[in-house]
């Protein structure tokens, strides 16, 4: 394949006329309608000459909009010529041969009197094959065969939507590379520092769309860079992009770079929950106000957990507990979430009625009193029945001891009336 503008095998006539000989008419030279020809098609070489458009090698690449010139290879330079062209493109759905008399096609392809090709002007349709048979004089048939494809490069890729500043610890939007205009699509990378960034889903993550025009068949591509700066990084990092065309090969475009500053959050002071009346302590029927104190840098939401759970209430700086009941006995804490730091819970505060026992409920407490009285009176029960024993142990031992006692009184009376009638009887 030759250097864009050199032809192969193709010497064409840079607007030279045919020179007539001495004694030569003008119909002996060419003829007059071979003279027009001549005419038309030395104006077009030379049109094409400009342009440098001359080719003919196997595979081309072509610029739209652009003038393109296929050789047939093997053709007499000049008529009487045997030899077809027949392409199949995006403009035809078969093979399509082209009259050397010229046709409707005319304005998108036409042979020239040497027997080349033109293509007034190269599109996206034009993509494909074309095939030239010719014969020579001497009857050696040549055949000629191109792949065509067509490129246009785009302007310099450009950055939307650009990051002045950067968060350091979370995803951040860098910004949205974009490039109108090429053919075929083309790639476009990210460079952080003068290095290509790969998406790794972690730490740099780039998200890429391509759009076709609908009219000119031209592409669109865009690259949206997210990345998450390391505590410590470079306080400006130097973001750039870079759009490689698909055909042909060559440099790269880059688009201007941008510096953004890098914001590192200080660490943040504990969250704390404030309750009113102070201990969390409230008579039935009362007012509890619990306020979560976050630091100065506001965050994002704060919710509310009681005993461990979310509750169900949009997101608040302040709960207020009207009419509080057993029902709302419990601990509470609330979360708050910062951008940078996630969410971060407060120490938890216990809610309780006055008069409650370890901040039972009613029912709890009269069951545990119920039981508490129970097993007072099996207590009493218990300890009448031992009294009881014990006495009547107590009257079992002292009847034997009365019993002598007795017997020892009636010996005692015996001995004594003997002594008494002696006495009687010895008196005067």
């Keep these: 394949m030759g250097r864009w503008g050199q032809g192969i ?9 045919p ?6 008419t003008a119909s002996g030279a060419w003829g007059g309608s071979r003279m027009a020809a001549g005419a038309a098609a030395g104006a077009w070489v030379l049109v094409l000459s400009l342009w440098g458009a001359v080719v003919g090698s196997q595979n081309i690449t072509a610029r739209i909009g652009e003038p393109l010139v296929l050789n047939c290879k093997g053709a007499p330079k000049k008529p009487p010529q045997q030899l077809e062209w027949k392409l199949n493109t995006g403009r035809t759905e078969a093979w399509k041969v082209l009259s050397t008399q010229g046709d409707s096609w005319d304005s998108v392809a036409r042979i020239l009197p040497n027997g080349s090709l033109l293509l007034p002007a190269v599109g996206i349709q034009d993509e494909g094959t074309f095939r030239c048979r010719a014969m020579s004089r001497k009857g050696k048939e040549t055949k000629s065969n191109y792949q065509v494809q067509v490129y246009k490069i785009p302007g310099k890729p450009e950055i939307v939507d650009p990051a002045s500043e950067l968060t350091a610890g979370i995803p951040n939007k860098v910004g949205t590379c974009v ?7 083309g790639t476009l990378s990210w460079h952080l520092d003068g290095k290509p960034l790969i998406s790794d889903g972690k730490g ?3 998200k890429e769309a391509t759009r076709r025009h609908p009219e000119t068949g031209l592409f669109t591509v865009q690259s949206e860079l997210m990345v998450t700066p390391a505590l410590g990084q470079a306080p400006r990092p130097t973001f750039s992009c870079s759009f490689s065309p698909g055909l042909p090969r060559r440099r790269a475009l880059h688009a201007a770079s941008i510096q953004p500053s890098v914001w590192e959050p200080v660490p943040l002071e504990k969250v704390q929950l404030v309750v009113e009346p102070e201990g969390g302590a409230v008579a039935p029927g009362g007012t509890v106000t619990l306020t979560c104190e976050a630091p100065a840098q506001p965050p994002l939401q704060i919710h509310w957990l009681k005993d461990g ?7 608040s700086p302040v709960l207020l507990l009207p009419e509080v009941g057993p029902q709302d006995q419990g601990t509470y804490s609330c979360v708050a979430t910062y951008p940078a730091h996630g969410p971060q819970e407060s120490p ?3 809610i309780s009625i006055i008069g409650s026992v370890g901040g039972l409920g009613l029912g709890t407490l009269a069951l545990a009193l119920g039981i508490l009285g129970g097993l007072g009176t099996a207590a009493l029960l218990i300890g009448i029945i031992m ?4 006495k009547h142990r107590g009257e079992e031992r002292k009847a034997p001891e009365n019993q002598e006692e007795e017997e020892e009184h009636a010996e005692l009376n015996q001995s004594e009336e003997p002594e008494v009638a002696e006495g ?4 005067p």
């Design 348 to 350: 938890a505060v216990s």
């Design 204 to 206: 740099v993550s780039v």
């Design 387 to 390: 009294w009881q024993r014990r």
């Design 424 to 427: 009687s009887a010895g008196g």
């Design 309 to 315: 759970m979310p509750l169900p209430l949009p997101p």
């Design 19 to 24: 020179q007539q000989r001495k004694g030569q």
């Design 179 to 185: 490039s109108e205009g090429g053919y075929p699509a």
């Design 9 to 17: 095998g193709c010497k064409p006539s840079l607007g030279r006329w």
